[in-house]
């Protein structure tokens, strides 16, 4: 049964693979117009915002890109079939406006459409000027234009009349392929920016082969929403691995300085998509920005996470249901980053373990404040606003010695699986139970407690590919309740391992009280108004 375990674990934890392209080492900076301005931003607001990121002193922290979002492009070709603009919009032309960006020390980024339209924001009823069938005309007009980005979105990917689709009836992977093909071929460097909505879960095609970044998720907005947040967050957890210079999960575009997220949630938002390695792509109105706004995107300590030469992502490492999370990854100088978020809706002391990262203490630093804690030893508590964050960045740490465990196979015949939950053959060796909760349950029996019993961390490998598009009671997460000898069950919230059924996460961790002494222990998995998570197995901590 291990080598079994072995097996599918590999195919849920594949290394990145990047598009040797020799562009976007680290993750692009810049700022698009899609959340400001949605499809109706006019050449005078892109030449100023051009301004603003100079003369507000971000382009000189690493923001460089003005891209263009929908709503510049034109309704029909020109009599050789090539690529137009809107000349209401863009009255002195693509080229003029690109010359424009780049003598102020820029890059210039287009967008366009891998279907037979573009993406709009009136329902589909723009007819924007879509790539698919012109690949090759359309990137070498954009080279010709100076473009040094181009953003490819999914509308009308299927037909002429079907304007969004999230479960297509055709493989989207070619659209993008052969655009990556043709922007190859004009030699020109041009960052490829795939938007296909996490459409077919990208980052296992592998997207790294195909662009230089991929969204894993549907629109963060507008509007901003904390729930936004916590969905596409869920989204990432299974893929941060595929992350890596030259290929980048994108979390979308970024909502700091928008109405909808309060100071500290905002604070959140750009830490975690600096840290996940995101691409930052600024989407406010700039002419006029806050004080607070300007804090959060010029804070140079969070940047460096973004644009650590490693190119190594934060991973999920634990969540306290309903308390916080703890995600942590490695830095280029040797040091560790981590990244806690507070998910109750007010603000209170959040104790972080240091054992949930590997370490029985480190010297840390607080990189929101640019304050040094010293050395942390065991826990650190710190103060969090609701819906905040605490990111850190740990060096010198002594590693602690990790927990042993007793696997339980969620099949075996020693267990009992009622109301409705039945097993599941993934492959030749690996069964899981599914159809857990509304009714359904899985009892463990004969769990060893130990010598005294009392609290025991239990590790957790299931599968749960229920991903979605739109903001749920759990986006991108299922619930399940956990009762040990009949005691009140605990809610755990598992995010999603997949956008299938056939891919394991593997050592989610929860502890748990009421373990007696001995192999007389029953733990029992349900949930009483929806489904939980398929299981293959259950740790239990010697």
């Not at 480190?362 to 819906?387: F, P």
């Not at 373990?515 to 901590?541: C, E, H, L, W």
Request: aromatic letters at 10%; glycine letters at 10%.
């Amino acid at each position: 049964m291990l080598s079994s375990w072995l097996s599918i674990v590999v195919v849920s934890t594949s290394k990145a693979l990047a598009l040797s392209n020799g562009l976007a080492s680290t993750p692009p900076m810049g700022w698009n117009s899609y959340n400001a301005f949605s499809c109706a931003t006019t050449e005078a607001q892109y030449k100023a915002t051009a301004q603003r990121l100079v003369s507000l002193g971000l382009s000189s922290l690493g923001y460089e890109y003005l891209n263009l979002d929908c709503g510049w492009q034109g309704k029909t070709r020109n009599a050789s079939g090539g690529f137009t603009w809107d000349t209401t919009t863009i009255p002195s032309g693509i080229p003029a406006l690109s010359s424009f960006v780049h003598n102020l020390g820029l890059k210039f980024g287009l967008y366009s459409d891998g279907g037979y339209f573009a993406c709009d924001f009136v329902g589909g009823t723009a007819k924007y000027i879509g790539s698919l069938g012109f690949e090759t005309s359309d990137a070498e007009t954009f080279a010709s234009w100076g473009a040094d980005y181009l953003k490819y979105d999914n509308c009308y990917a299927v037909s002429p009349t079907d304007f969004v689709d999230f479960n297509p009836p055709i493989q989207i992977e070619p659209h993008y392929v052969t655009m990556r093909d043709a922007l190859n071929a004009t030699r020109r460097p041009i960052v490829f920016s795939i938007c296909e909505w996490g459409v077919q879960d990208p980052a296992r095609w592998p997207a790294g082969a195909v662009g230089n970044s991929w969204r894993i998720s549907n629109d963060i907005g507008p509007p901003a929403s904390w729930d936004n947040l916590f969905r596409i967050i869920n989204q990432v957890v299974p893929i941060t691995q595929f992350a890596g210079p030259g290929a980048w999960n994108d979390l979308d575009l970024l909502e700091v300085g928008n109405s909808g997220l309060s100071t500290a949630e905002q604070q959140t938002h750009f830490a975690f998509w600096a840290a996940a390695k995101s691409p930052l792509l600024i989407s406010t109105d700039l002419t006029n920005p806050t004080a607070a706004t300007l804090d959060i995107l010029k804070n140079t300590r969070i940047i460096a996470l973004s644009q650590d030469s490693l190119g190594k992502s934060i991973s999920f490492k634990r969540r306290y249901t309903n308390d916080h999370d703890v995600w942590a990854g490695p830095l280029a100088d040797g040091s560790t980053v981590v990244v806690l978020i507070n998910w109750q809706n007010s603000a209170r002391s959040l104790v972080f373990n240091l054992a949930d990262v590997g370490f029985a203490s480190a010297d840390a630093v607080d990189l929101i404040e640019g304050t040094s804690l010293g050395k942390l030893t065991t826990t650190y508590t710190a103060t969090v606003a609701a819906h905040g964050s605490v990111v850190l960045k740990l060096s010198g740490a002594t590693i602690v010695a990790p927990l042993s465990f007793t696997f339980y196979d969620a099949a075996a015949s020693t267990n009992t699986i009622a109301g409705g939950a039945t097993t599941r053959v993934v492959n030749s060796s690996v069964t899981v139970v599914g159809f857990i909760g509304n009714g359904g349950t899985l009892s463990f029996h004969n769990v060893d407690g130990g010598t005294s019993g009392g609290t025991k961390t239990l590790a957790l490998d299931y599968i749960n590919g229920d991903f979605t598009m739109t903001n749920t009671e759990c986006s991108n997460c299922r619930n399940a309740f956990i009762s040990v000898n009949g005691g009140a069950a605990v809610q755990v919230q598992m995010p999603i391992s997949a956008q299938s059924w056939d891919i394991l996460f593997s050592g989610y961790l929860v502890s748990l009280s009421g373990f007696k002494a001995g192999k007389a222990n029953t733990v029992q998995i349900s949930n009483p108004g929806a489904f939980a998570p398929d299981f293959y197995r259950m740790g239990v901590s010697i």
